[in-house]
Every structure is written in structure tokens, then in C-alpha cells.
Nanobody, 115 residues
Framework: VQLVESGGGLVQAGGSLRLSCAAS????????MGWYRQAPGKQRELVAR????????YYADSVKGRFTISRDNAKNTMYLQMNSLKPEDTAVYYC?????????WGQGTQVTVSS
């Protein structure tokens, strides 16, 4: 499985971005998927997670009400709509695919929120 993130960039506080994670390869094996982020000097943290059918989602408290995770299995793509962005959201955002075997990670996309 290969994962490629896109959609990161520089945005002012209060702005919005939509991240995409395109999956290829053995996508039929993918169960849940998630978005993680890692800020400089900090550990990677879970931002949001979605089940295989999209029926159940989880959000970190820090993004609840501002971010929305979704997936389009027909397009093998997962999204993260980020609204009301804050400077503390600045990080490299990674997507992760969870399979019966090892998990797979994308290469990351930088999100920078200026104050």
C-alpha cells in the first residue's frame, strides 16, 4: 500500500485547508485510516481516525468541532477538512492506513498556520 498526502500549505489563523491522502496498491486490505501530526520537538499524535466504511470517527479533543475526517472508498482517498485553523495546528500531517498486517504511512504534508 502506498499513501500520498497533499493539500498542505501556509494559511492565516482562522483559515481552512483540506488535506487528501490517496491510497494505491492493495487498498482492499485497508481497514481504518487516520490522520496524525507532528510538530517540531513534539511526539506524533493522532488527530482523527475513520473506520473502513466511514461510519465511525474519532477526533482528538484539540480539533473536535473544527476538523472533519472523511473517506471516499471508490476513489481510495481520505480527507481532512480543517477549519478555524490555529497556530498550534502547525505540524507535518501524516496519513496512516491500518491493515491486518503492518500499518502504512504517507510521507507527510506541511501545514503552517500564521498568527
Amino acid at each position: 500500500v502506498q499513501l500520498v498526502e497533499s493539500g498542505g500549505g501556509l494559511v492565516q489563523a482562522g483559515g481552512s485547508l483540506r488535506l487528501s491522502c490517496a491510497a494505491s496498491g492493495s487498498t482492499f486490505s485497508i481497514n481504518a485510516m487516520g490522520w496524525y501530526r507532528q510538530a517540531p520537538g513534539k511526539q506524533r499524535e493522532l488527530v482523527a481516525r475513520i473506520t473502513s466504511g466511514g461510519g465511525s470517527t474519532y477526533y482528538a479533543d484539540s480539533v473536535k468541532g473544527r476538523f472533519t475526517i472523511s473517506r471516499d472508498n471508490a476513489k481510495n482517498t481520505m480527507y481532512l477538512q480543517m477549519n478555524s485553523l490555529k497556530p498550534e495546528d502547525t505540524a507535518v500531517y501524516y496519513c496512516k492506513a491500518m491493515l491486518p498486517g503492518p500499518d502504512y504511512w504517507g510521507q507527510g504534508t506541511q501545514v503552517t498556520v500564521s498568527s
